[in-house]
T-cell receptor, first 113, second 112 residues
Framework: AQSVTQLDSHVSVSEGTPVLLRCNYSSSYSPSLFWYVQHPNKGLQLLLKYTSAATLVKGINGFEAEFKKSETSFHLTKPSAHMSDAAEYFCVVSEVGGFKTIFGAGTRLFVKA | EADIYQTPRYLVIGTGKKITLECSQTMGHDKMYWYQQDPGMELHLIHYSYGVNSTEKGDLSSESTVSRIRTEHFPLTLESARPSHTSQYLC???????????FGDGTRLSIL
């Protein structure tokens, strides 16, 4: 069975400081993992995806995530936060070739000036 | 970039009305999905489709229904709206199972 846990419901950082949004997953099969961002009154936008290639995945807007199988983690990072990064972030796990896609509960990122 | 469109973006309507939320995509994706999302909360899958004439209920029970007569079109209907249906509804599509989903901007529905 698959599951995904976003360890923080809220994260607050100052502009220009690093961002870390944590995600742990469980999957019986080789998973595909995704991070999405949702700005207010908008749909979800794909930030990056892991599909069993390189374990360090680079995404849009300077975000990246590292797949760590031993820790069953897929944390999202960014070296320097920008005000425009303030949004809701969702970690998602999906079985390769399978149907089930599981969304995490989301982490709201606040960026202080 | 993904092309998936939802209309209307916002709808405020009275109890008992019949509502259809539209969702169209121009990518030729077979897989389409409807999610319900309350403000600041997680997404709940309410319907999905593998292709034309295929529809299934999702994890969250919903009084809504869907149809898939054409690949690009996946409308959601509420026969008699109630205040408990107030929520945001997000439509998505994907090329195949396990691939990233592309989302519309959602319909924010308020039932008075």
């Amino acid at each position: 069975a698959q599951s995904v846990t976003q360890l923080d419901s809220h994260v607050s950082v100052s502009e220009g400081t690093p961002v870390l949004l944590r995600c742990n997953y469980s999957s019986s099969y080789s998973p595909s993992l995704f991070w999405y961002v949702q700005h207010p009154n908008k749909g979800l936008q794909l930030l990056l995806k892991y599909t069993s290639a390189a374990t360090l995945v680079k995404g849009i807007n300077g975000f990246e995530a590292e797949f760590k199988k031993s820790e069953t983690s897929f944390h999202l990072t960014k070296p320097s936060a920008h005000m425009s990064d303030a949004a809701e972030y969702f970690c998602v796990v999906s079985e390769v070739g399978g149907f089930k896609t599981i969304f995490g509960a989301g982490t709201r990122l606040f960026v202080k000036a | 970039e993904a092309d998936i469109y939802q209309t209307p973006r916002y709808l405020v309507i009275g109890t008992g009305k019949k509502i259809t939320l539209e969702c169209s995509q121009t990518m030729g994706h077979d897989k389409m999905y409807w999610y319900q999302q309350d403000p600041g909360m997680e997404l709940h899958l309410i319907h999905y489709s593998y292709g034309v004439n295929s529809t299934e209920k999702g994890d969250l029970s919903s009084e809504s229904t869907v149809s898939r007569i054409r690949t690009e079109h996946f409308p959601l209907t509420l026969e008699s709206a109630r205040p408990s249906h107030t929520s945001q509804y997000l439509c998505a599509s994907s090329e195949s199972r396990g691939q990233p989903q592309h989302f519309g901007d959602g319909t924010r529905l308020s039932i008075l």
